[in-house]
């Protein structure tokens, strides 16, 4: 049976993990330095990605953003062609209009969201994570992730890796925000400083992109469809992160139950995550059930892997 998105309850408690997971990554933790234990402030400032001279020259900047990144003008943004829709918070969805298109509201599909594929294939958001290195020991196929800016630019080694690899990486937003809720210049920040973690770190853009909490709509992709980007959603849902709470209303058997559901029909994109280790270790679990015969985002619909490659 397919756990259903259950409004507030589930809804915000995505939300506290996303941002218990992210402090990980946050450069100036205050007021949240006592759940910041795992790494020593000295071991990542030795691995961050440097800010590039490009960069400064740029933003005028000199370091990463926090959680709250700023917004730089572009050029090539046309702001007349992105709809006016009111902001929306996500426990909200009956103020959401129909027309505006929102998958996590009305699992809406734009005409170039990829959604599925060809062959049942895991993808994995919210890393890099110190977590992310044990699923790479396991996998034996080509997979796609989707990553945070903030973390990027705290484990450059670990995104070097996946890229060295062979994975596909897209963007999951800077720090994970919920795009319908926020400004166009807002979402363009989320979008611009998550392209420049990628680039400073990897020296390629993404093409393919994936809205937190699923939080897309016609206002979102307006935005990021300026970017090149594609929006890649998904059509089976683990909630392997509930395993994480303590009333968890689901288990790990029949997570793994419906994997194998979901196997019979051999297509589909399943979401996962390989920010905390609970959800890598289920991660190796279901890759052990599907087996390798599976694709990356670009390979299931036949497209490019990164609108550009700079030579580094
Ligand atoms: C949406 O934005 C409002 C106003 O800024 C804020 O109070 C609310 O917490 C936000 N909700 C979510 C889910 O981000
Ligand atoms: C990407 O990085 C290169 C340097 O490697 C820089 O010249 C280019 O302007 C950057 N482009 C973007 C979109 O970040
Ligand atoms: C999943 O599907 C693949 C391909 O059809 C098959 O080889 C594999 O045995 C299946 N796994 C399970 C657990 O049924
Ligand atoms: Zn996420």
Not at 64 to 84: A, K, V
Not at 116 to 125: G, V, Y
Request: aromatic residues 10%.
């Amino acid at each position: 049976m397919k756990m259903q998105l259950n409004g507030v309850t589930l809804q915000s408690i995505i939300g506290l993990f996303c941002v218990s997971q992210l402090v990980q990554g946050e450069a100036n933790p205050v007021g949240l330095k006592q759940i910041d234990f795992q790494f020593p402030v000295l071991e990542r400032a030795a691995t961050k990605t440097p800010f590039p001279d490009w960069l400064t020259a740029f933003t005028g900047l000199k370091e990463w953003p926090g959680l709250d990144p700023p917004y730089i003008p572009l050029d090539f943004i046309n702001f007349d062609g992105i709809p006016d829709y009111e902001p929306y918070d996500q426990n909200h969805c009956n103020l959401v209009p129909r027309e505006s298109c929102s998958f996590d509201c009305h699992h809406c599909i734009g005409h170039d969201d990829v959604y599925t594929c060809s062959k049942l294939s895991q993808t994995f958001d919210d890393g890099p994570s110190p977590s992310t290195t044990k699923l790479l020991d396991q996998l034996e196929h080509k997979s796609t992730f989707f990553n945070l800016g903030i973390n990027i630019v705290q484990h450059p080694e670990i995104y070097h890796r996946m890229q060295r690899e062979g994975h596909l990486i897209g963007s999951h937003t800077w720090s994970h925000a919920y795009l319908p809720n926020i400004s166009n210049e807002k979402i363009i920040a989320q979008i611009e400083w998550s392209i420049w973690a990628m680039n400073a770190t990897g020296s390629h853009t993404p093409k393919w992109f994936r809205p937190p909490y699923g939080g897309i709509d016609d206002r979102v992709r307006a935005i990021t469809r300026q970017f090149g980007l594609q929006a890649v959603l998904w059509d089976h849902d683990t909630f392997d992160w509930s395993l994480l709470l303590n009333n968890s209303p689901t288990t790990e058997q029949e997570i793994l139950q419906n994997v194998v559901n979901w196997n019979k029909s051999k297509t589909g994109l399943i979401l996962e995550h390989d920010s905390t280790e609970k959800t890598v270790d289920l991660a190796i679990k279901i890759n052990q059930l599907i087996g390798d015969d599976q694709s990356t985002v670009s390979q299931c619909v036949g497209g490019i892997d990164y609108i550009k490659e700079f030579l580094s």
